[in-house]
């Protein structure tokens, strides 16, 4: 989980000037992704699984600091923070405080193979995934495939979509389990909030 | 004594020296591989109280000790990885490695998780189990908070037979899970910044202290490595292993043997050649040297059975103390002139010999008796090499040496004389012990200054680059240091692996404080019995009432099906050691389980990343059965206590040959003569401080051996000025000669390239340098003035 964090914050990010593909959308896309230094949205994300007759749906608001991380916060069906920065995953108290949460370390096989990625580098997910972008500037799908044939038994892809802002991220594993994430009121986040900053490890 | 009994003896003497030099190749070359120890931690003494310990210790250094660990680096991900591929063919194409580990074999991820799935109902991480154990636990909370996790769920490890996640976070904090090289590309891998890096094993189908083993493979790499780096440009390789610091250890010590040995012969040579003006005094000088150190290598071998490296190099600097014997009967011949008589000469100059061999005995004697296999074979070396070497000149010198010599040079002699006079002048009389005095007040500020450093280590000296290299592949593959372990015992399996998981929740407190990297333990793969049945009680709590757990999993939206089958599950089995121990996966952390025994069971853990000593040893206090095994810690200790002997045993040893000297020469003038090799010491130590040496053991060892050679110097000026009487300044010229080879040999070593041996060679350097200028004191009263 954390390592696909990265990818998106990857995806997002700014050092994309260098990256190998020449695709010019993608190229677009990942500049224009990373115009923003701090975004905030409202998310739904959507989660079925083989084991499940109904899927989950839970919602929250996420704060995306260019650099640092994210704050992703669950409302419903329960309320609770993590802040995700870098390697870490803490779960973020009523102060601000944040309590790392160590069995989220390295949380399955697949986040390993990931790992890779957690360098901060376009590069690692290129080395990981094969990407392709579809679509117009305006409306537009980045594709991630993996490269790795252990990772790709277990994850059959992962697709953002998004204008301006990234708008969905779509996450398909081979077993059938498939996570939808949508946001919403995606906006420059404006200056952060103490609590925000604490949480983020920000001065 | 008649030349014809002459002749007999040296005719025996002969034979004899040819039996030990026959029994000696034998034992050298009859055996098989040559028996020269190189490996720097055979040579160091067993430390350990615990016999289990010291099992330990070879047993890592075994595990690693036979293994090449490469990487192979390029900032190119894809030529990384394909000049790793090469070199593990390359490598795999040769005899000499044994197993050569590139590509992994394919593997699924469910292998990972098969062996734990009917014990997931025992198995817990520390923080599932405090969560489970606390009195507000909502399962239903806990269940919608892991399946509306961010991004990803239950990967790896279905959701329908981990609901909860407590198996997945469990495999999470295993080793494979926690390791820093991943499987990409069937390769194991890092990435660090803009590099890759690719991580290659070789093992050696033999020994890394083998010679012949070691020239192969380092062979057989280096010509992989060149092509690799030719047909990948970029690609750089780092390595690390046993075999490499062997061979560094032995290129210096042959190089240190090659320079000590041949700049202390031709050093020697050229001074006896200018001094007796003859080449026969030349080759019979090597020959007695050369025969002591035939009886020393072949009595060190039967000894010991091998040599060390070390002992060797030792050998080379002896060359110059056993040539002492043949130098003094050579010059007591020059000395005769026209009336030299072979079997009188030698009467003349036995008793001096005598005293001089049983000073020198006296002083190896003590070495021998430091329980440090090293250095008692260097006092086995000695005590056989000096003895057959004075006993050269006793039986086979005198019917070599019939004939008159040419007297020696006489410019040397005057030179000898006019520095004797010089030096003796201060110490006439009471002058003498103003002199003394004085001093040891120009020694006093360097003794301040004197401090001790007993860190084994700083002794045996380890090319930077390779240990740069070794520190840089540990922290990228996340590889420990094998020299620091915990030993754990138990009296059976289940209290060893409760003893270590008393220990590695301390060892957890750390890594969490961000004080060490991580550790490597059994129990934290196996808990213990107790540990999963306390676990299984906790989980019993939400199982003992299925129907409702049952409906928080039907509430959250599970299949029935999947709850039957989850719920069928229970409570499944724990998992036991040894079962674990024989799965595939276990492989890799087996020799941490060390088996058990009529005393018991005993397992290793591994502390990983490097900590602070003091910390680690911290973390066993007052634990049970638990106990850090720190080698080069226990040695550095065991030096620092020897040193502390050593000064000791100095002391006592001045005094054992105080009534030798009271006995011979009155105890009125002993005094006199055994001051020059004590203030000798005393001149060395102050030296010592003010170039700011820290004292070892080496220090000391080499500080007995000045006192003994300084005796040697007492004795033969003491004895021999007698018999030279006509001929002033040519004893003292015999001694300074003495002086001069001794520091042509063992003063060569201080430019060994192991700090050890320089501290050795210094330290010799500088008493023998002393010792030789201050000699002429003893003598003060008894010469006429100028």
């Known amino acids: 989980m954390r390592r696909l964090m990265t990818l998106l914050l990857l995806c997002c990010l700014a050092p994309f000037a260098h990256t190998q593909t020449n695709d010019a959308l993608l190229q677009h896309v990942l500049a224009e992704l990373g115009r923003h230094a701090a975004v905030r949205a409202d998310f739904t994300q959507t989660r079925s699984n083989p084991a499940l007759d109904k899927p989950q749906v839970s919602q929250g608001r996420l704060l995306f600091v260019l650099g640092r991380g994210m704050l992703w916060q669950t409302v419903s069906p329960y309320r609770e923070t993590l802040a995700l920065t870098g390697g870490r995953t803490a779960r973020i108290d009523a102060d601000g405080y944040a309590h790392p949460m160590r069995s989220e370390r390295g949380i399955s096989q697949v986040s390993q193979m990931l790992q890779g990625m957690l360098g901060g580098k376009v590069d690692e997910a290129l080395r990981q995934f094969s990407v392709t972008a579809s679509g117009t500037p305006a409306r537009w799908t980045l594709r991630f495939v993996p490269k790795q044939d252990r990772v790709a038994r277990v994850l059959g892809n992962i697709s953002l979509e998004g204008d301006d802002y990234l708008q969905g991220i779509t996450i398909a594993m081979q077993d059938g389990a498939r996570t939808e994430i949508r946001f919403v009121h995606t906006r420059e986040a404006g200056p952060l909030a103490a609590l925000e900053k604490r949480a983020l490890g920000l001065p | ?786």
């Open chain 2, 1 to 786: 004594m008649t030349p014809r009994t002459l002749k007999l003896r040296a005719g025996l003497f002969a034979v004899a020296t040819l039996l030990v030099a026959a029994l000696g190749a034998y034992l050298l070359f009859g055996r098989g591989p040559l028996p020269i120890q190189t490996d720097l931690l055979a040579m160091l003494p067993a430390t350990e109280q615990n016999p289990l310990a010291e099992a330990a210790v070879e047993r890592l250094a075994h595990a690693n000790g036979d293994r090449m660990v490469l990487l192979v680096e390029n900032a190119d991900d894809t030529r990384a990885k394909g000049a790793a591929r090469a070199l593990g063919k390359a490598l795999a194409a040769h005899k000499v490695f044994g197993a050569v580990t590139a590509e992994l074999p394919p593997f699924d991820l469910a292998q990972l998780a098969a062996p734990y799935l009917g014990h997931r109902g025992w198995l817990l991480t520390d923080a599932d189990r405090d969560a489970l154990a606390q009195a507000g636990y909502d399962p239903a909370q806990a269940l919608a908070q892991r399946l509306n996790e961010p991004f990803l769920t239950g990967v790896g490890m279905p959701l329908a037979d981990d609901p909860f996640g407590w198996l997945q976070h469990w495999l999470a904090q295993q080793p494979w899970s926690r390791s820093p090289l991943l499987p990409e590309d069937d390769l194991l891998v890092a990435h660090r910044g803009e590099a890759t890096y690719v991580l290659v094993t070789a093992t050696l189908d033999g020994s890394s202290y083998d010679d012949g083993m070691q020239r192969r493979a380092l062979g057989a790499l280096h010509e992989a490595e060149a092509r690799i780096e030719h047909d990948y440009p970029g690609t750089r390789m780092l390595h690390t292993g046993a075999v490499f610091y062997a061979a560094a250890a032995r290129a210096g010590a042959e190089h240190d043997v090659h320079m000590v040995g041949w700049i202390s012969s031709i050093g020697i040579a050229l001074l006896l050649l200018g001094v007796f003006r003859s080449p026969g005094p030349l080759l019979l000088a090597f020959l007695s040297t050369a025969v002591g150190v035939l009886a020393a290598t072949t009595l060190s071998l039967l000894v010991f059975g091998k040599i060390y490296l070390l002992t060797l190099v030792f050998g080379a600097a002896l060359l110059g103390e056993a040539a002492d014997y043949s130098i003094q009967y050579l010059s007591a011949r020059a000395n005769a002139g026209v009336h030299w008589q072979a079997g009188t000469g030698l009467r003349q100059v036995r008793p001096a010999l005598l005293l001089a061999l049983a000073t020198s005995l006296l002083g190896y004697a003590l070495l021998g008796l430091v329980p440090f296999p090293a250095l008692r074979q260097m006092a086995v070396f000695a005590i056989g090499g000096m003895s057959a070497a004075c006993l050269s000149v006793f039986w086979l010198l005198p019917a070599l040496l019939q004939r008159p010599s040419k007297p020696m040079t006489p410019a040397l002699v005057r030179g000898a004389r006019a520095l004797q006079h010089v030096l003796a002048r201060p110490a006439h009389g009471w002058r003498g012990a103003l002199a003394a005095l004085l001093l040891l007040l120009l020694a006093l500020p360097g003794w301040m200054q004197l401090r001790h450093d007993d860190d084994v280590r700083n002794l045996i000296a380890q090319p930077a680059a390779l240990t740069a290299q070794e520190a840089q592949i540990r922290e990228i593959t996340g590889l420990g240091n094998g020299s620091q372990f915990y030993l754990v015992q138990g009296k059976d399996r289940e209290q060893t692996l409760q003893h270590e998981e008393a220990l590695e929740a301390r060892l957890q407190a750390l890594v969490d404080g961000g004080k060490l990297e991580g550790w490597l333990g059994l129990a934290g793969m196996v808990p213990s019995q107790a540990r999963q049945a306390r676990d299984h009680a906790l989980l019993a709590r939400l199982f003992d009432d299925p129907a409702r757990l049952r409906r928080t999993l039907a509430d959250a939206g599970f299949r029935a099906a999947a709850i039957d089958a989850w719920l069928a599950a229970w409570p499944g089995t724990p998992l036991q050691l040894d079962d674990w121990l024989k799965t595939p996966l276990s492989t890799p952390f087996r020799q941490l389980w060390m088996g058990c025994g009529a005393q018991g069971c005993a397992s290793l853990v591994l502390p990983q990343g490097s900590a602070d000593d003091e910390l680690l040893a911290h973390a066993a206090d007052g634990l049970p059965g638990v106990q850090l095994v720190d080698k080069p810690a226990s040695v550095s200790g065991l030096f620092g206590r020897y040193r502390g002997y050593a000064s000791v045993w100095l002391l006592a040893a001045v005094l054992l040959i105080v009534p030798v000297f009271g006995w011979r020469y009155g105890l009125r003038r002993a005094p006199r003569v055994l001051a020059p090799p004590v203030l000798g010491i005393a001149l060395t130590l102050a030296a010592l401080g003010y170039l700011d040496q820290p004292l070892t053991l080496f220090h000391w060892m080499a500080l007995m051996l000045v006192l003994g050679v300084g005796a040697n110097y007492a004795v033969f000026l003491h004895e021999g000025e007698p018999h030279t009487a006509g001929r002033p300044g040519a004893m003292y010229a015999s001694v300074l000669l003495s002086a001069l080879t001794a520091l042509l040999s063992f003063g060569l070593l201080a430019l060994s390239s192991m700090p050890a041996l320089r501290d050795f060679g210094l330290t010799l350097l500088l008493g023998i340098a002393f010792t030789a200028l201050l000699v002429p004191a003893s003598r003060a009263g008894s010469m006429g003035e100028p």
